[in-house]
């Protein structure tokens, strides 16, 4: 559905007073619904200003949701990946990678490196609850879940 003036004008407004990563991101999303030229020009302000491994690994799911460009969600995702920087970031980021792109040997790369910048228990109870589940893997999540039985430390742990 098209933009009204109204939301154009508003759009606008908030665009030239936008400065953080969120402001840029949430814009476009909006601006998505009715303009996606427009937006994929917001969105790149919000790729100029994302922090983190997070800020653009959502930016990547939006941009493939809202755009339907996987090639640009791609190459936002291998940039997620250089920016992360522990199990988490890197779980989360295969995860995404399985949801939007299907592409399982990206995404097992990715858990992976997700078991190296593992250390505490919760992390490698969460990475085989993934790998069984998004991968159906038992043998590897069998494995991880032993590698975090290792680091189990107390009661609640197990």
């Not at 009204?4 to 969120?22: M, R």
């Not at 988490?88 to 592409?103: N, P």
């Not at 992390?123 to 991968?135: K, M, P, T, V, Y």
């Amino acid at each position: 559905m098209a933009l009204t003036k109204e939301q154009i004008k508003e759009f606008e407004n908030e665009e030239k007073d936008a400065v953080s990563f969120y402001d840029f991101y949430s814009l476009a999303r909006q601006i998505a619904e009715g303009d996606k030229k427009w937006a994929k020009k917001v969105y790149g302000k919000a790729e100029k200003k994302a922090e983190d491994s997070s800020d653009i690994n959502s930016l990547a799911g939006s941009i493939y949701e809202e755009l339907g460009d996987k090639e640009w969600a791609k190459k936002l995702y291998e940039k997620a990946e250089k920016k992360a920087q522990d199990s988490s970031e890197f779980l989360d980021l295969a995860e995404k990678i399985l949801e939007k792109l299907d592409d399982k040997e990206s995404a097992k790369k990715i858990y992976k490196k997700s078991y190296g910048k593992a250390n505490h228990c919760l992390d490698f109870i969460n990475l085989a609850a993934s790998i069984h589940e998004e991968l159906g893997d038992k043998e590897w999540a069998e494995e991880v879940y032993k590698k975090g039985e290792d680091k189990a430390e107390d009661s609640s742990d197990f």
